[in-house]
């Protein structure tokens, strides 16, 4: 089973962060959590996650997301998700977070809509 | 392809075991004849089950097990999930989808296996809780394959 590969860039003032791999209980779930842990904890910090290569995500993935996203907001921050593939898409309305996260087709758009 | 089968597996409560039952799954809802949706949709309810049954059932205790067991009948791919804990109440559990929830970091896995299976039921047993999820093989009477939307 493969891991989930990080990699950050940054554009405009946006930190954008390129997944690949799987955001699952263990491995997966940990290392998002390390990687996103820096901005939960700075001032108004604007993260954008690309999910164009996330094949799989499961409920302890989507708990990190969450966790994520709550404690960014706390910070004044925001947190994005761009291109969801089809599985991680359904698992978003099935567990109703489609309605939590701003998600964007389009990484211009995305980048754009940050305050 | 055969009609009937079965097939029972005791997992160590640790985290490789969960894997192990995601891909003993897959294995199993390609024998039954699903697309590649409804093995993922498979695959995805026993892993969560089995985290439930390793990480709070048995409490990644190493003396105990859980059970993983697979049955294929002509209509339906068929599964038992058992574990050694102290028992599991599934109406106790808040919503997941309730508004007040919706930014909970845990409680979403039962809400998926519920989700892509057809049936699931959780029973109380002597030593621990017993799951059992079933969901029609395609071209039996059910929609089968996952291509439909899954409930939430």
């Known amino acids: 089973m493969n891991t989930l590969h990080i990699q950050t860039?940054?554009?405009?003032?946006?930190?954008?962060?390129?997944?690949?791999?799987?955001?699952?209980?263990?491995e997966g779930s940990l290392r998002l959590r390390e990687s996103l842990q820096v901005y939960s904890q700075q001032p108004r910090a604007r993260v954008l996650l690309n999910f164009s290569e996330v094949q799989y995500i499961d409920s302890s993935g989507l708990g990190e997301l969450v966790s994520a996203f709550a404690a960014i907001r706390r910070q004044g921050g925001e947190l994005k998700l761009l291109r969801l593939t089809r599985k991680v898409h359904d698992l978003l309305q099935i567990t109703k977070l489609y309605t939590v996260f701003d998600i964007h087709e389009d990484e211009a758009d995305a980048i754009a809509a940050f305050v | 392809m055969v009609h009937s089968y079965h097939e029972v597996l005791r997992l160590e409560s640790r985290l490789e075991s969960v894997d192990r039952a995601q891909s003993q799954a897959q294995l199993?809802?390609?024998?039954?004849?699903?697309?590649?949706?409804?093995?993922?949709?498979?695959?995805?309810?026993?892993?969560?089950?089995?985290?439930?049954?390793?990480?709070?059932?048995?409490?990644?205790?190493?003396?105990?097990?859980?059970?993983?067991?697979?049955?294929?009948?002509?209509?339906?791919?068929?599964?038992?999930?058992?574990?050694?804990?102290?028992?599991?109440?599934?109406?106790?559990?808040?919503?997941?989808?309730?508004?007040?929830?919706?930014?909970?970091?845990?409680?979403?896995?039962?809400?998926?296996?519920?989700?892509?299976?057809?049936?699931?039921?959780?029973?109380?047993?002597?030593?621990?809780?017993?799951?059992?999820?079933?969901?029609?093989?395609?071209?039996?009477?059910g929609q089968g394959n996952g291509d439909a939307a899954p409930r939430a």
């Not at chain 2, 093995?39 to 990644?60: D, L, S």
């Not at chain 2, 409680?107 to 030593?127: C, E, K, S, W, Y």
């Open chain 2, 28 to 141: 199993f809802a390609l024998e039954a004849g699903f697309d590649e949706t409804g093995r993922h949709q498979v695959a995805m309810a026993v892993r969560e089950i089995v985290i439930n049954a390793i990480a709070h059932g048995n409490a990644y205790d190493p003396a105990k097990r859980v059970k993983l067991e697979f049955e294929l009948t002509p209509a339906e791919l068929i599964i038992f999930i058992q574990d050694e804990g102290s028992g599991f109440d599934p109406s106790h559990q808040p919503d997941p989808l309730s508004p007040e929830n919706l930014l909970r970091q845990s409680g979403r896995g039962m809400l998926l296996a519920r989700a892509f299976m057809d049936q699931i039921d959780f029973q109380p047993t002597p030593h621990g809780t017993s799951v059992r999820m079933c969901k029609h093989r395609p071209g039996s009477n």
């Open chain 1, 9 to 26: 860039r940054q554009v405009d003032e946006v930190d954008v962060l390129d997944l690949a791999g799987r955001i699952t209980l263990g």
